[in-house]
């Protein structure tokens, strides 16, 4: 199998809300909409979409998503411009922005279908943190 592309695609009743969130606070433009669906794309690239929970296509059930189980993750180059930018925005942030010891400065926020979305940059960790990691020989 050769991938042409690969996304995710979440299940909600609130396809404005989740572009208008991904589009003005996070960069993203939009790709495609319909009535039923919206696919988002970052530097035509990274996409993301969300679709209507009652529409033919969708898989077995009528489900929409809840918020668990999924992060994902928006690796930038600079984390605290992005924070700046999108606490500005009014977004609520639930993970202020941190340097942690693994190696990333990120924050966390949620977008209106319930994601975890993570913002990242990748820093140096802490000496020593990814040795307690190492698999014994």
């Known amino acids: 199998m050769r ?6 695609i979440i299940m909600t009743d609130k396809l404005a809300d989740c572009r208008d969130f991904y589009v003005g606070r996070l960069g993203f433009s939009v790709a495609f909409e319909a009535s039923w669906f919206v696919y988002l794309v970052s ?4 996409g993301i979409a969300f679709m209507a929970s009652d529409h033919p296509s969708r898989p077995p059930g009528e489900e929409t998503f809840g ?8 690796q930038v ?21 941190t340097d942690e010891a693994w190696g990333q400065r990120r924050f966390l926020l949620r977008d209106p279908a319930g994601t975890w979305v993570d913002v990242v940059q990748q820093i140096a960790p802490a000496e020593g943190f990814w040795e307690q990691y190492v698999p014994a020989a």
């Open 3 to 8: 991938l042409v592309d690969c996304y995710p």
């Open 77 to 97: 180059e600079d984390a605290a411009a992005a924070y700046d930018r999108i606490v500005a925005s009014g977004a609520t942030i639930h993970h202020p922005l």
């Open 67 to 74: 918020g668990q189980g999924l992060l994902l993750t928006l």
């Open 43 to 46: 530097d035509g690239a990274t």
